[in-house]
């Protein structure tokens, strides 16, 4: 991966004069940036900072957040760096949040807002007055946060996402919250409206085989696909529409680490062609998948320009086609991932999307964002600014990045919109606290919600101990075990 000619001893001389010349020593932390190269040159021009980095004789008083764009060049630059180092891998981050987004209708705007600074972040904080509580208790004990985890000191600061309600704080415990600024929130005395009396468990609805559609060809897509093999039913069909061809598509993913005769779960379908050509488009069964991802394709990732010209393009030409094949989207039955949901109605109008499937669209400027709104896309993800709003946080607080990172991972805790019929009864007058009481049942932290007809979530909602009617029809959004 890395050349002499990329990396040269000059090259570092350069960089650790530009180190010296900004004082890098005296920083808080320090954010190295990915350039507009392709994946290898970035992180190989990556890897010459952490060096010159690491040669600086004052030492370093912050943390160095290294954006990474190949997940397979990250342990060269965590070997070099150390501890000094924490990696955000873009691409890889970017990846897996499309299919999160895919599978879970309006993810997006929940991470844009935690992610974002402005709505509601995590932060890390030892409360002393905590100590000897149950987690329980404390969850329910900030009226400007929200518990979600907690950093064991007696398992060398280890963080614990939605921990079991009998875990006891101890000594140099600290708690991990949800809150609108490090400085708006502390413990209060625990709210006295919340109901002891449970509700009854409601069962997940069992996960039904679904059919999804990429178009373009990802670095990473050998890393996508398992990350879907690990969420989907048996009997999933992913179809791959791209330029490369099928007899090279299989030694690409092989390559990259993809066991193809251990996939238990989905089932590969190829079909090789153009995305912006419409009768290759048209060749495909457009109506009947329940999501199409448009990927950045790798061909294009040195031309953000281009790239997100391409997908706007897919992503209206697949519209096109669909609203042609409606009468045909009339009379299939509601899609099987929502089938065993009574009400929510937000995640069936997400999922539908004026009798559409849904369609997350890879974006890579963020000025594409109104052209992709003026399309009434279901769903879209932008990569860069998501990735840089990854960075800012993780360059706020090194340790929230194993929150992220397992948030992103298919395993674990993970971000999800739940139906309001599993933790109440239609127009009940509950506060927000008993909620989060009846969440707990299900192994849950239930961190916001959105009421029906309304048009963004809230996260961390103000007065969560005074009572207020909810609709079936709203949905809440919760930190799940996933298990």
């Known amino acids: ?67 990474m764009s190949d997940l397979d060049n990250e342990p060269l630059v965590k070997l070099v760096g150390g501890e000094l180092i924490e990696t955000v891998v873009a691409h890889d981050v970017i990846g897996r949040l499309m299919i999160q987004c895919a599978l879970q209708p309006g993810l997006a705007q929940i991470w844009e807002d935690i992610l974002g600074f402005e709505n509601a972040e995590f932060y890390i904080k030892r409360w002393p007055q905590l100590d000897d509580l149950r987690f329980e208790v404390v969850l329910i004990s900030f009226p400007d946060a929200i518990p ?39 413990p209060g005395p625990l709210p006295e409206v919340v109901r002891k009396r449970s509700f009854l468990k409601i069962p997940d609805p069992p996960k039904y085989p679904e059919k999804i559609l990429f178009c373009g060809w990802r670095r990473d897509i050998d890393d996508m696909i398992m990350v879907l093999e690990a969420f989907l039913a048996p009997g999933s069909e992913l179809w791959m529409l791209n330029e490369v061809p099928e007899k090279e598509r299989e030694k690409k993913l092989t390559d990259g680490g993809l066991d193809i005769s251990g996939l238990m779960n989905i089932k590969l ?158 127009q009940e007058e509950i506060s927000f606290f008993d909620i989060m009481i009846r969440g707990r049942q299900r192994q849950e932290i239930v961190i916001g919600y959105r009421l029906a007809n309304t048009e963004r979530a809230i996260i961390n909602p103000s007065q969560k101990s005074e009572p207020r009617k909810w609709s079936l029809d709203d949905v809440f959004v919760v930190i799940s075990s996933g298990d």
């Open 148 to 186: 979600c985890g907690i950093k064991v000191a007696a398992e060398g600061g280890k963080i614990i996402l939605n921990p079991d309600d009998n875990y006891v704080l101890k000594e140099g415990d600290e708690v991990l919250v949800i809150a609108e600024d490090d400085d708006t929130y502390a």
């Open 269 to 426: 379908v190829h079909r090789e062609g153009n995305a912006v050509i419409r009768r290759h488009l048209e060749s495909l069964p457009l109506e009947t998948f329940d999501s199409i991802l448009i990927l950045a394709d790798e061909s294009l990732e040195d031309s953000i320009v281009h790239s997100d010209s391409r997908s706007l393009a897919t992503l209206l030409l697949i519209r096109d086609i669909q609203s042609k094949r409606l009468p045909y989207r009339d009379t299939k039955p509601t899609s099987l991932r929502l089938s065993g949901f009574s009400h929510s109605s937000w995640i069936r109008e997400m999922q539908q999307a004026s009798d559409k499937s849904i369609i997350i669209s890879e974006i890579l400027d963020s000025r594409t964002r109104n052209l992709v709104s003026v399309s009434r896309i279901s769903d879209y993800v932008l990569s860069n600014e998501l990735v840089s709003m990854a960075l800012a946080m993780v360059a706020e607080d090194k340790q929230i990045n194993r929150v992220l990172e397992e948030l992103f991972a298919e395993e674990g805790n993970e971000m999800c919109i739940k139906p309001a019929e599993f933790y109440l009864f239609d």
């Open 1 to 67: 991966m890395y050349s002499d000619s990329t990396i040269s001893m000059n090259d570092i001389g350069v960089e650790f004069f530009f180190c010296l010349q900004v004082s890098v020593s005296k920083a808080r932390a320090i954010i190295v940036l990915a350039s507009d190269e392709n994946a290898d040159q970035s992180d190989a021009r990556a890897l010459r900072v952490v060096l010159s980095l690491t040669g600086v004789k004052e030492g370093l008083r912050g943390h160095v957040v290294v954006e």
